[in-house]
């Protein structure tokens, strides 16, 4: 399972602090989860914060793309080279070769879904939870 891993990297964080990827990162955070924040233009990295899926420390963690669909084939490829096992692309950052790929590579993958309902909803997203737990 996606969340039982505690720390979690996440691909795409944006910079602007009103963000969706930012948004996430928060929440996760206030779930006591440990958050490695990826974007390449980063000018400054703080301990947490690094440029690419390679410059990840070598431990244990799940990796969560909310990057562009035209840069999440590039970041799932460092993944797997990196030795990543588990990998949420978040809806609508996939692409056919993406899931081509993370079929063919055998690491757990999660597609099509938000992160957000899975991961005990705030806000909106308790809502949205809620509607699609009734209607399925």
Same mark, same amino acid.
């Given at each position: 399972?996606?969340?039982?891993? !505690?720390?979690?990297?996440?691909?795409?964080?944006?910079?602007?602090?009103?963000?969706?990827?930012?948004?996430?990162?928060?929440?996760?955070?206030?779930?006591?989860?440990?958050?490695?924040?990826?974007?390449? !233009?980063?000018?400054?990295?703080?301990?947490?914060?690094?440029?690419?899926?390679?410059? @990840?420390?070598?431990? !244990?963690?799940? @990796?969560?793309?909310?990057?562009?669909?035209?840069?999440?084939?590039?970041?799932?490829?460092?993944?797997?080279?990196?030795?990543?096992?588990?990998?949420?692309?978040?809806?609508?950052?996939?692409?056919?070769?993406?899931? !081509?790929?993370?079929?063919?590579?055998?690491?757990?993958?999660?597609?099509?879904?938000?992160?957000?309902?899975?991961?005990?909803?705030?806000?909106?997203?308790?809502?949205?939870?809620?509607?699609?737990? &009734? &209607?399925?």
């Amino acid at each position: 399972d996606f969340l039982s891993c !505690k720390t979690i990297a996440v691909v795409g964080v944006s910079r602007g602090e009103k963000s969706f990827s930012v948004s996430v990162v928060e929440h996760l955070k206030r779930l006591e989860y440990k958050v490695l924040q990826i974007n390449p !233009k980063f000018e400054t990295c703080e301990s947490d914060q690094f440029r690419s899926v390679d410059e @990840l420390p070598d431990e !244990k963690l799940h @990796l969560l793309i909310l990057t562009p669909k035209r840069e999440t084939l590039k970041v799932l490829q460092e993944a797997i080279s990196k030795g990543i096992t588990s990998v949420w692309i978040q809806q609508t950052c996939d692409t056919p070769e993406v899931l !081509k790929l993370g079929f063919e590579s055998g690491i757990k993958m999660v597609h099509g879904e938000c992160i957000f309902m899975f991961s005990k909803p705030e806000g909106f997203h308790k809502f949205h939870y809620a509607v699609k737990s &009734f &209607f399925g």
